[in-house]
């Protein structure tokens, strides 16, 4: 198992490739890469986060920072939290949607952005040193909390002009709500309460002992599909453990591709407000013919937070993000924020009717992924280019992140994961039959 390192983090498994001498060691190189002032700590509700949030608060207090405790906290509540406050810079102590035994270092500049890539690698650089630099014991670094993370964060949602709290909570929309035991189990459901909805809650209780894999794709969410059906509720909302992305389930437990959150969230924002739209390279083409519709340009990143947000920020996009759920809209801050996107689903809910009526305005289509395990014969672009190119002739290509291959009604990415050792596929086309023949065809391309 190989430490991931990249713009997702410091990302590995506790006692493999992550214990309190590697996590310490980039956690004093990043108290050595920021400048002086206070660093924000957090974590997520992993039953490793204790031991690793120790030993990053001793690291970046030995580097001279005082550390100011953020308590168990979504990543998008933290990330608000050092935008909002003095913070020079801070930590999130969660691996996402990576199954328990994984946990990472999420680090977030002063603005509340995430290190970029050539950011990445001069924090590499000081990690690979033989020394850092310590401060002698009357100048270490001091110790404070400050626990309003996620009433700033949803008092922030709440008061945002796109979020009409009456309109919304006239129409009593009733809301399952799965956190798979992670960060979200409170945040959510105050946040929807807030907003006027019924919430009924699944595996909220923050125990960090994740039901299910807490990756929330249709596949892995039977018991949310059931509660809807069985309760008749309006929808279904389910979060990963740090709360960054947000997949819907449909009236009469009809599971969504996580691909729409981002869809119908930025479908309703565009109508208020045009402007650019930015998304990574494997988001749904429906997001293509949103912005079409609403007359402004779509431009695609390289996937991770990360780059989303420096085009973003680049192309001054009024909304964007990536499909595995995460919306980013830059008016409350630059990072994905699946509460705030289930505050921009419940208005377009609201202001539509229901979550079918703002599906019908997106085109058929389906999407197929499918992850291997990365290894010396297939870890090859040039492979991977004359794999894509099987699906057919005359297409487009991106080469900024992997191999994305275009035919207009049909697409086909390949690309090294930024959090796992795998090989990602992920192919969309009008129908899941011809989706899944996609991937076949370069499947069956790459051993030939």
């Known amino acids: 198992m190989v430490l991931k390192v990249s713009v997702s983090g410091i990302r590995g498994v506790i006692g493999e490739t992550l214990d309190a001498e590697s996590i310490s060691r980039w956690a004093s190189a990043f108290g050595n890469w920021l400048p002086e002032g206070p660093v924000v700590l957090t974590r997520d509700s992993r039953p490793s986060g204790p031991m690793v949030e120790a030993a990053v608060e001793a690291a970046l207090r030995s580097t001279g920072h005082d550390v100011v405790r953020g308590g168990l906290l979504s990543t998008p509540a933290s990330e608000y939290l050092v935008q909002e406050t003095d913070a020079v810079g801070g930590v999130i102590v969660t691996a996402s949607h990576n199954p328990v035994q994984w946990n990472a270092l999420k680090l977030v500049r002063g603005d509340g952005l995430f290190l970029d890539a050539d950011q990445v690698d001069e924090l590499r650089t000081l990690h690979d040193a033989s020394q850092r630099k310590h401060r002698r014991a009357l100048d270490l670094g001091g110790l404070r909390e400050d626990l309003r993370g996620e009433s700033l964060h949803r008092q ?30 409170h945040a959510l459901p105050a946040l929807l309460e807030s907003l006027g909805a019924e919430v009924h809650r699944l595996h909220c209780g923050c125990t960090g002992h994740f039901p299910h894999d807490p990756e929330p794709r249709p596949e892995n969410l039977g018991e949310l599909i059931a509660a809807v059906a069985a309760l008749d509720a309006d929808l279904g909302m389910a979060v990963d453990p740090d709360v960054d992305r947000l997949a819907l389930v449909d009236r009469g437990g009809v599971a969504l591709s996580e691909e729409l959150t981002l869809a119908v969230a930025t479908d309703f924002v565009l109508e208020r407000t045009p402007g650019p739209v930015v998304v990574n390279l494997s988001t749904t083409m429906a997001l293509d013919r949103v912005a079409e519709r609403h007359g402004v340009e779509i431009f695609r990143a390289p996937v991770g937070e990360a780059n989303v947000v420096a085009e973003m920020m680049a192309r001054g996009a009024v909304i964007g993000g990536e499909g595995n759920g995460g919306v980013i809209f830059p008016a409350l801050h630059p990072g994905r924020d699946a509460p705030l996107g289930a505050a921009l689903v419940l208005a377009a809910v609201a202001h539509r009717g229901s979550l079918r009526q ?52 049909r697409w086909v990415h390949l690309r090294r994961s930024n959090t796992e050792n795998a090989l990602r596929i992920i192919a969309e086309a009008p129908d899941a039959a011809e989706a899944t023949a996609i991937i076949d065809r370069v499947r069956q391309a790459m051993q030939g």
């Open 156 to 185: 922030a949602i709440l008061e945002m002009k796109e979020i009409d709290v009456a309109a919304i909570a006239d129409r009593k929309i009733r809301v399952v709500v799965d956190a798979v035991e992670g960060a979200g189990g």
């Open 358 to 409: 703002c599906l019908d305005r997106f085109p058929n289509a389906e999407m197929v992924k499918v992850k291997l395990p990365l290894d010396q014969k297939n870890d090859d672009p040039a492979l991977w280019k004359r794999a894509a190119a099987s699906i057919g002739e005359s297409g487009s290509w991106n080469e900024r992140d992997g191999i994305r291959y275009d035919l207009g009604d």
